[in-house]
Each structure stands twice: as C-alpha cells, then as structure tokens.
C-alpha cells in the first residue's frame, strides 16, 4: 500500500507540467499546446510548444540545418519540416550547396589573388632592374612555366630576406671583441663590471614590425635602383648598378641600424629610478610649477 501511494504520488510529480523556458504552469494557461522533446524526467521534461520555438530560433538563428540539442540532457531535438514543392526543393538544394562551396571559392579567390599580384610584381621587379627593354626580352626568351613558377618567388624571397636581422648577430660580435680594438671600444665603449644587461627587444613582437618589414621587402628594388643611378651612375650596365646600389644601401642602414642599436642599449644600460620625492618636496615642486 505504501509503495503504490509513493509511485502515485511520483506520477503525479512527473505528470506536472512547468515549462522549463517561461515557468508557467497548466493553470496558467490551459490551451497552450505541451510537448516532451527530449529525455529529461520530472517537471523539466515538460515545455511549451511555442517556447521551444522561440528557443529554438534563438539558437539556429536563422539557419534552419543547425542541430540543436536539449540544455540539461543534450539530447537533439527531431525538429520536423513540411516538405517541400518540386521546384522549392531544387532551390533549397541549390542554396545548400552555394553555402557549402562560397568558403572554398573565397579562399581560392584571395589565393589567386595573392599569386597574380606577385606575378605582376616580379615582372615589373624584372623590368627594373634589368631595364625596361632587357627585363622584356629575357622574359619574352624565358619559358612561361619558369615565369610563372619564377616571378611570384621574388616577392617571397625579398621577404624573406627582409627577416634576417644580420645587423643583431654583428652587434653581438662587437660587443663581445670591441675591447680589443680601440676604435670599435670608442663606438661601443665596455660597459663596467656590475652593470645590469638589459633586455633584448623581441622582434615582430606586434603588428607594426610586420607591416614595416613587408613594405621594406617590396620596395627595396626601388631603393636599390635609384641608388645605383646615384652613386654608380658611371656604369652602364643597369643590372650592375642595381646590385651595387642594393649593397652600399644595406650596408649604410646596416651600419647605422647597428649604430643606433648600441646607443639605445646603453641608454637602457646606464638608465636610473630615482627616490620618491618626500612629502615637502613632492609640495614646493607641485607651488614651484603652479607659479
């Protein structure tokens, strides 16, 4: 007698409708329509149709082919559609699979994109530092597999060879041997015994560095062109006066990127926090500045 009270008793617990999504009972509102779509047990198994909807939407968000699942049991829901028209199908078919491809056209969009760009690119790097007419005939004789696999590397490779900070691993060595040499102890003079080695700046350690690299890549045949014209303009090969403005610019920015490095290192070398200033102080400072 006892155990047929207690499970009347849990039936109707488990048989009380509470909708889980607005709290409202049976007797709040007896012609709204129930439904249990999922395993929960209990009240909790219990939800209005028209919330389940509205929860629904907010978790598809407009997109009908998102599954979505139950919150406390993660049970799916069978989410049932009307079916569609001949003609209405073909679409929706179609729509399906326009969503699906757009990612891998976009991706393949930009790619191309990319790749064109450094064609055109290396093409008109040819032309410059060959000259208009040799950079056209030696890519007019060269096999087009070879421009179109050679041409866009040149971009890369400039950037590349933009990321190799060379001018760090000689300032290193100068640090290390200018005390033998005394006009290299005169441009880096020896730091004395006890001082603190400061810390090393990290290179692209933000977006900036990046940027400013990939612009000086690029526009270094444009530099190196014009100083070539400048300073070998004596020479009447373009091609040589290219190579040998390139190497006196690297050279000169080397040396004063090298230069400058050293300054800023002892400047974080010898730098000093002075004490807080006492109270009277701190005062006839602040009257000082106010006059």
Same mark, same amino acid.
Request: aromatic share 10%; proline share 6%; with cysteine.
């Given at each position: 007698?006892?155990?047929?009270?207690?499970?009347?008793?849990?039936?109707?617990?488990?048989?009380?409708?509470?909708?889980?999504?607005?709290?409202?009972?049976?007797?709040?509102?007896?012609?709204?329509?129930?439904?249990?779509?999922?395993?929960?047990?209990?009240?909790?198994?219990?939800?209005?149709?028209?919330?389940? *909807?509205?929860?629904?939407?907010?978790?598809?968000?407009?997109?009908?082919?998102?599954? /979505?699942?139950?919150?406390?049991?993660?049970?799916?829901?069978?989410?049932?559609?009307?079916?569609?028209?001949?003609?209405?199908?073909?679409?929706?078919? /179609?729509?399906?699979?326009?969503?699906?491809?757009?990612?891998?056209?976009?991706?393949?969009?930009?790619?191309?994109?990319?790749?064109?760009?450094?064609?055109?690119? =290396? $093409?008109?790097?040819?032309? *410059?530092? @060959? #000259?208009?007419?040799?950079?056209?005939?030696?890519?007019?004789?060269?096999?087009?597999?070879? @421009? @179109?696999?050679?041409?866009?590397?040149?971009?890369?490779?400039?950037?590349? =060879?933009?990321?190799?900070?060379?001018?760090?691993?000689?300032?290193?060595?100068?640090?290390?041997?200018?005390?033998?040499?005394?006009? @290299?102890?005169? +441009?880096? %003079?020896?730091?004395?015994?006890?001082?603190?080695? %400061?810390?090393?700046? /990290?290179?692209?350690?933000?977006?900036?560095?990046?940027?400013?690299?990939?612009? #000086?890549?690029? +526009?270094?045949?444009?530099? $190196?062109?014009?100083?070539?014209? &400048?300073?070998?303009?004596?020479?009447?090969?373009?091609? *040589?006066?290219?190579?040998? =403005? #390139?190497?006196?610019?690297?050279?000169?920015?080397?040396?004063?990127?090298?230069?400058?490095?050293?300054?800023?290192? &002892?400047?974080? /070398?010898?730098?000093?926090? !002075?004490?807080?200033?006492?109270?009277? !102080?701190?005062?006839?400072?602040?009257?000082? !500045?106010?006059?």
């Amino acid at each position: 007698m006892t155990e047929a009270s207690s499970f009347r008793r849990a039936s109707s617990v488990d048989d009380r409708r509470t909708c889980w999504v607005c709290f409202a009972t049976e007797e709040d509102d007896r012609s709204a329509p129930w439904t249990r779509p999922c395993r929960c047990r209990g009240t909790t198994k219990w939800v209005h149709q028209s919330c389940l *909807q509205r929860w629904i939407d907010e978790k598809q968000k407009g997109n009908s082919t998102t599954k /979505v699942a139950c919150p406390q049991c993660n049970t799916e829901y069978l989410i049932v559609y009307p079916k569609l028209g001949s003609f209405v199908y073909i679409l929706d078919t /179609v729509d399906k699979i326009i969503y699906k491809v757009c990612p891998f056209a976009a991706a393949g969009i930009v790619v191309g994109s990319i790749y064109w760009t450094a064609v055109t690119y =290396g $093409a008109v790097t040819v032309m *410059q530092v @060959l #000259g208009h007419k040799e950079g056209l005939d030696v890519m007019e004789r060269a096999d087009p597999l070879f @421009l @179109l696999i050679g041409l866009p590397t040149i971009p890369v490779m400039l950037i590349l =060879g933009k990321m190799i900070r060379w001018e760090d691993y000689i300032l290193k060595l100068w640090r290390k041997h200018s005390t033998k040499i005394p006009f @290299l102890s005169y +441009i880096f %003079p020896d730091l004395a015994p006890g001082f603190r080695v %400061p810390a090393e700046p /990290v290179p692209m350690n933000d977006p900036i560095s990046a940027t400013r690299i990939l612009c #000086g890549a690029l +526009i270094f045949p444009t530099i $190196a062109t014009i100083c070539g014209k &400048l300073m070998f303009g004596s020479l009447n090969s373009n091609l *040589q006066r290219t190579i040998l =403005g #390139g190497i006196a610019f690297v050279t000169i920015k080397g040396a004063m990127k090298i230069y400058y490095k050293q300054q800023q290192y &002892l400047r974080q /070398v010898h730098r000093k926090i !002075q004490d807080f200033p006492e109270e009277e !102080q701190a005062t006839q400072a602040t009257g000082t !500045q106010t006059s």
